[in-house]
């Protein structure tokens, strides 16, 4: 390794852009010029800029995350949540560029709702602002810009704030900020951003406007509530033996596929490279993923669906699934 120490800035900084996301650890623990370089922000985003990044799924887990390559299904990272927090079931893991932000943690120290955030770069954690809501059954969505919103759910921790309250979390800031309240107070709820809109199903489907600041309730149907996403643009809903898809314009939910095999409660889906990841469990006596499967819309029938048998051994443990490109 010591020639690599002597070459020039750039063609070294070249080598390593090219270097595997699942490789880097190795590189950085032998070269400390590489770990300067590679946990650099800038070194993130010429892999993104160039190319040169790859996708991986992410679980949130009871008490850690993990980082999965779904070709040869095995875990290329893993670390414990820092102590004194704990998750719950309704916890969420979201990307935000080159950082896993967990949403929906509570305090072992106090009873309030918390938010961490894991820098994938560096390997650190750090507590995130208090969020100003604390409640279950929340809705939560990132947007593509950056920022992370939650909205609804019920009361049940000490800084659970109004009914109808709504917030926004800016990312690079570290702040939370109280957006207007709701139209009407909805509990159990899902949330996705659509077209530069937050929307948040539950009893009732509510939009909001980032430009206007203005919420409105729109007629959308009835489908699975807690399996709705927004993958590719495209509104799915995962509903046991088949996908739904939304149709805007017809304001109705159309079959897209069936499933292939019946998925019980919650499903995840998260999207990766063309394909849409998705675990489920197969029984309802069963409260985790047991089936996990990638699924190419529109392939030949016989190529739709690939079965990931090897990360049923995770399964037991997942919480929520995303998806980070590194």
């Not at 509570?106 to 770069?121: F, G, P």
């Not at 917030?167 to 909805?186: I, N």
């Not at 495209?234 to 897209?256: C, K, P, T």
Request: proline share 5%; net charge negative; hydrophobic share 40%.
């Amino acid at each position: 390794m010591d020639f690599l120490e002597e070459l020039p800035e750039q063609i070294f900084r070249d080598i390593l852009l090219r270097v595997p996301y699942k490789s880097q650890q190795q590189i950085k623990q032998l070269l400390e010029r590489a770990k300067e370089m590679m946990e650099c922000v800038q070194f993130y985003q010429d892999r993104i800029k160039f190319g040169l990044a790859e996708k991986y799924i992410c679980f949130l887990e009871h008490a850690a995350i993990s980082i999965y390559d779904p070709v040869d299904q095995s875990c290329i990272m893993r670390t414990h949540i820092p102590t004194g927090f704990r998750t719950l079931p309704d916890s969420q893991i979201l990307c935000v560029k080159n950082k896993l932000i967990l949403v929906g943690l509570t305090s072992e120290r106090k009873y309030t709702m918390e938010t961490l955030i894991y820098d994938v770069l560096s390997g650190t954690w750090k507590q995130a602002a208090q969020i100003p809501i604390g409640k279950r059954r929340f809705a939560c969505c990132a947007t593509p810009e950056g920022s992370i919103y939650i909205a609804g759910g019920y009361a049940k921790y000490d800084n659970a704030g109004e009914p109808r309250e709504a917030a926004v979390y800016k990312v690079d800031e570290d702040k939370w900020e109280l957006l207007p309240q709701m139209v009407e107070e909805v509990g159990f709820c899902r949330g996705f951003f659509f077209e530069g809109m937050f929307y948040v199903i539950g009893s009732v489907c509510q939009r909001f406007d980032p430009s206007t600041g203005v919420w409105s309730i729109v007629n959308m149907g009835r489908q699975s509530l807690w399996s709705i996403y927004n993958l590719f643009e495209r509104l799915l809903a995962f509903s046991m033996n088949r996908i739904m898809q939304y149709d805007w314009e017809g304001n109705v939910w159309r079959e897209l596929d069936p499933l292939p095999r019946v998925l019980w409660g919650q499903v995840y889906a998260t999207e990766w490279r063309d394909q849409i990841f998705l675990c489920g469990n197969d029984a309802p006596s069963i409260d985790h993923p047991t089936i996990f499967y990638m699924y190419k819309p529109g392939a030949p029938f016989f190529e739709r669906w690939i079965s990931l048998d090897k990360l049923k051994l995770v399964g037991r443990n997942v919480i929520y699934v995303a998806t980070i490109e590194i």
